[in-house]
């Protein structure tokens, strides 16, 4: 019983040693492909894994990069709250409602006489601060326009008499933007 089937066929005869020793060759390439297979299953298994961790690196880039376009744009809104309240020209109560529109809606706010022209001629401008309207000089609406455009809501530009068309019939003639009804 503890001879191999091999073995018990070298003995009866059967078969020769050279066969055998074929028969060995035979079996042991069979399990040296069988462990290359398997490694090349292992090794498709690495690049899925290694796949799947580019992808996670790739996700977490676009996260990081999402986080610091927001903490931007948050700094922006801070730096733009801080121009409008370190630059903001008092109200008067009191004074002169101009109207303006905003989103479709006419507004108002109350002005001294003085601001009214400067508003009409672009000297001043109105932006949106929160919840409400404040008057900033149009030098700072230049430097609120280039961090966030949509705050401001009224700027009158001033043409230059070279910015006029020459062929323009009235051209001569100044239209008043603060008629009074």
């Given at each position: ?73 948050k ?33 108002r ?9 400067d ?23 230049e ?15 001033t043409?230059?008499a ?20």
């Amino acid at each position: 019983m503890g001879n191999s089937f091999k073995e018990q066929l070298l003995k009866l005869g059967l078969v020769d040693k050279k066969q055998v020793n074929q028969v060995k060759k035979a079996e042991h390439q069979k399990k040296k492909e069988k462990v290359g297979k398997s490694q090349e299953i292992v090794d498709e298994n690495k690049l899925l894994a290694q796949q799947a961790v580019a992808e996670k690196k790739e996700r977490e880039r676009l996260r990081n990069q999402q986080r610091q376009e927001e903490l931007r744009k948050k700094e922006e809104a801070e730096q733009v709250r801080q121009i409008i309240e370190s630059n903001r020209l008092a109200k008067d109560p009191k004074g002169v409602a101009f109207r303006f529109p905003d989103k479709g809606k006419i507004q108002r706010i109350f002005v001294a006489k003085d601001m009214l022209e400067d508003l009409s001629r672009g000297h001043l401008a109105i932006v949106r601060s929160s919840l409400s309207y404040e008057i900033v000089p149009a030098a700072v609406t230049e430097r609120i326009g280039a961090l966030d455009p949509r705050v401001i809501v009224l700027h009158n530009s001033t043409k230059k008499a070279g910015d006029q068309d020459l062929e323009d019939p009235y051209a001569g003639f100044e239209v008043p933007d603060d008629l009074m009804w």
